[in-house]
Nanobody, 129 residues
Framework: QVQLMESGGGSVQAGGSLRVSCATS????????MGWFRQAPGKEREGVAT???????TYYADSVKGRFTISQDNANTLYLQMNSLKPEDTAMYYC???????????????????????WGQGTQVTVSS
């Protein structure tokens, strides 16, 4: 059973930075598609960034490109560094695993929730203006 647990959310003023982490029970070296999603109140859950752990290749949604960075450590922790935060970044942030996606599909930007079979419980990020 895959386990994912996010941490590091909080409140910050616009222009500030936060880093959220996701501790997992997944062996990254084998190559797994991992993603960060977010869901604001009244909105659909959207994919923010993905990383294919086998080679570190990434994808970013246009709304966060240049401001957010997805990364992994050598063990089994996923990160999302968020800089230049905006009020519209306020949401619950979730990490997720798609163990059956290869590298190309992982970083294609097509991120249906059904492809991601394991989810964390989420961590809240609030950005005030």
């Amino acid at each position: 059973q895959v386990q994912l647990m996010e941490s590091g959310g909080g409140s910050v003023q616009a222009g500030g930075s936060l880093r959220v982490s996701c501790a997992t029970s997944i062996y990254f070296a084998s190559g797994v598609c991992m993603g960060w999603f977010r869901q604001a109140p009244g909105k659909e859950r959207e994919g923010v960034a993905t990383i294919y752990t086998g080679d570190g290749s990434t994808y970013y949604a246009d709304s966060v490109k240049g401001r957010f960075t997805i990364s992994q450590d050598n063990a089994n922790t996923l990160y999302l560094q968020m800089n230049s935060l905006k009020p519209e970044d306020t949401a619950m942030y979730y990490c997720a695993a798609a163990p059956f996606l290869g590298r190309t599909r992982c970083n294609s930007g097509y991120l249906p929730r059904s492809d991601f079979h394991a989810w964390g419980q989420g961590t809240q990020v609030t950005v005030s203006s």
